[in-house]
């Protein structure tokens, strides 16, 4: 670069200035939210009381203004699988900036997208292929157009409570009638209980299926597939000649204690694969379509069908770059052995508590997804309190939790769902023990003061009044 070039770069970057603009309106976050985008988020945020001002985030943590520090439990809804700004994540971001890459050409084949397709099915032995778009719906819609093409059959079959994204396509395999409601009409398609063989067979007999997809563990609820569902599905989809879609958005790249969830049963392998989220580094937006090769060599089968199925932005440089460093440091730091033991600490510390706790009904999943469940409670002085909240709006004793876990413990987690007396966490990749320690004892402080009848019920009967309002 020139003198001159360099001296007109940067009197051109002067123009700009990202820190001041921020350091000038960024206490207008929630006004301009309001005003502009979906106004709903910050009415909601201000009447639970998360309407933090959250200045810097590491890892599995966050600052406010006044140096305190929050613990994420939930990860971006999964997002952050190795936590916020992980420095090879990061640098590799720099790297790929400064390296000036003839990116987006569209009639070129740069090296990074197929080096990174190469370094996921390293970990996807039965797959041969990867199409590259830009989030997990995308992914999904992939799937859903691949697999109807290449069995040139309509329907898709989905489990009832999934969640697959919520573009169109995805929403017609949505398991929540509250997300589709209005949006008709959307593809064909046929929900079945998860588990269900009787169900899925019955389906498969009417010869229009292409597929079903699944999450081996869904998000809504955290409910795991029965052991030996999906083996047993994919032989009876194979035999009707219909594929398997594995929907690992937010199971994928290690999450559950292996790569992915699908794996942690034998001999399942699905013709297709969705991954997203933790792909993304947590800084660029990417999602993968894996698949085997003759269903790839169907919908790509001439000159004529080269750009049948593509995204502007999929396969760009920055987000190749942040999946390769993403599956770099996965295999660096081990991060699936990692997973695994401390997701086993935290799930057998919680479950210890059930026993405890009459509130609390069960605890379960696999690694870092774990499902915490609230249910009636046996004494009457509960069971009232408990019955009227259930009165108002189910899900709303969930809530009660999540809100001091963040108000009094600095401890950010979500309720699975609507309607849902589930907490899920998901929490970055990276926890440690300490972590764990200190979600355990602030879930605990919560939990003696919901079954001693302190502060919590009074924001439960908030959480009522606003229930009973909004009806």
């Known amino acids: 670069m020139t003198t001159a070039e360099s001296a007109s770069e940067s009197s051109q970057a002067g123009k700009f200035d990202l820190g001041a603009l921020l350091a000038e309106r960024g206490a207008e ?14 009415r909601m945020l201000h009447t639970i009381g998360f309407d933090k001002v959250y200045e810097r985030a590491e890892g599995a943590h966050f600052w406010d203004a006044e140096g305190n520090d929050y613990l994420d439990m939930l990860a971006g809804f999964g997002v952050m699988g190795l936590g ?6 990061r640098k590799a971001l720099h790297d790929v900036l400064d390296l000036s890459l003839a990116d987006l050409t569209r009639f070129d084949c740069q090296p990074l997208p197929g080096l990174l397709a190469e370094r996921l099915l390293v970990h996807s032995p039965h797959l041969d292929r990867v199409f590259f778009g830009n989030s997990g719906t995308e992914a999904v819609e992939g799937a859903l ?30 398991g929540e009638s509250g ?56 032989d009876l989809l ?41 792909l993304s580094g947590g800084y660029v937006p990417v999602g993968a379509t894996l698949g085997k090769d003759w269903i790839f060599k169907k919908v790509f089968s001439s000159m004529d069908r080269v750009l049948v199925h593509s995204a502007s932005f999929g396969a760009n440089a920055q987000a190749m770059a942040a999946g390769l460093a993403v599956l770099s440091v996965m295999e660096d730091e081990q991060i699936v052995a990692h997973v695994r033991r401390v997701g086993d600490l935290l799930r057998t510390r919680l479950a210890a508590l059930t026993d405890r706790y009459e509130l609390l009904a069960d605890v379960r999943g696999r690694g870092l997804m774990i499902g915490i469940e609230f249910g009636r409670p046996r004494s009457l002085k509960l069971r009232s309190r408990w019955a009227m909240l259930q009165a108002a709006r189910k899900g709303l004793f969930a809530q009660m939790v999540v809100v001091p876990l963040l108000q009094r413990h600095r401890i950010l987690t979500q309720v699975s769902g609507d309607h849902l007396e589930v907490i899920k966490l998901i929490p970055p990749l990276i926890v440690d023990e300490g972590d764990v320690d200190r979600f355990v004892d602030a879930f605990t402080a919560v939990m003696d003061d919901a079954h001693e009848g302190g502060l919590i019920w009074d924001f439960g009967r908030t959480l009522v009044k606003q229930a009973v309002a909004n009806r």
């Open 29 to 42: 976050r929630y006004e301009l939210h309001n005003r502009y985008l979906n106004p709903q988020l910050p």
């Open 84 to 89: 916020r700004h992980h420095p090879v994540v």
């Open 145 to 174: 157009k691949f697999a109807r093409y290449a069995t040139g059959r309509p329907r898709v079959l989905y489990c009832d409570h999934a969640f697959h994204g919520l573009t169109t396509g995805a929403l017609s395999v949505n």
């Open 179 to 234: 997300f589709r409601d209005g949006f008709a009409p959307l593809l064909p398609d046929t929900a079945v209980p998860l588990g269900d063989l009787d169900a899925l067979e019955r389906e498969l007999r009417k010869g229009d299926v292409a597929a079903l997809i699944v999450e081996p563990i869904q998000g809504k609820g955290v409910h795991e597939a029965p052991p030996g569902y999906l083996r047993a599905a994919q």
């Open 238 to 278: 194979h035999r009707h000649k219909a594929l398997l879609i594995a929907d690992e958005v937010q199971t994928g790249l290690g999450r559950t204690g292996d790569f992915y969830a699908y794996q942690h049963e034998e001999g399942v392998e699905p013709d297709l694969v969705c991954v997203a989220k933790a």
